[in-house]
Nanobody, 126 residues
Framework: QVQLLESGGGLVQAGGSLRLSCAAS????????MGWFRQAPGKERDFVAT????????YYADSVKGRFTISRDNAKKTVYLQMNSLKPEDTAVYYC???????????????????WGQGTQVTVSS
């Protein structure tokens, strides 16, 4: 079993920055990829970014490309999401997720992940 704990959310003005963290723990941690998703009120959960744990390859949703950066610290079993130039439409609950098994492409769908965190609220004011 893998547990994920997100942190770093909060209230920020448009144009500001936040960095989210997601720390993984459990008796055995094995990850092929980790991802960030977000869900705004009344909307479906959307893919934000993913990183392949070993190689560090990354992939982003078009809506955040150039503004957000996903990274990981293998030793700390932590993945980060640096969010710059935030917009009010970035307001959502942000979730991190882990995919255990390899796939031949980037995992951008929630069903492709095995474990999820509880989420952290990000609110961007205009």
């Amino acid at each position: 079993q893998v547990q994920l704990l997100e942190s770093g959310g909060g209230l920020v003005q448009a144009g500001g920055s936040l960095r989210l963290s997601c720390a993984a723990s459990g008796r055995t941690f094995s990850s092929y990829a980790m991802g960030w998703f977000r869900q705004a009120p009344g909307k479906e959960r959307d893919f934000v970014a993913t990183i392949k744990w070993s190689a560090g390859d990354t992939y982003y949703a078009d809506s955040v490309k150039g503004r957000f950066t996903i990274s990981r610290d293998n030793a700390k079993k932590t993945v980060y999401l640096q969010m710059n130039s935030l917009k009010p439409e970035d307001t959502a609950v942000y979730y991190c997720a882990v995919r255990v098994n390899p796939i031949s492409y980037y995992a951008t769908i929630g069903a492709q992940y095995d474990y999820w965190g509880q989420g952290t609220q990000v609110t961007v004011s205009s």
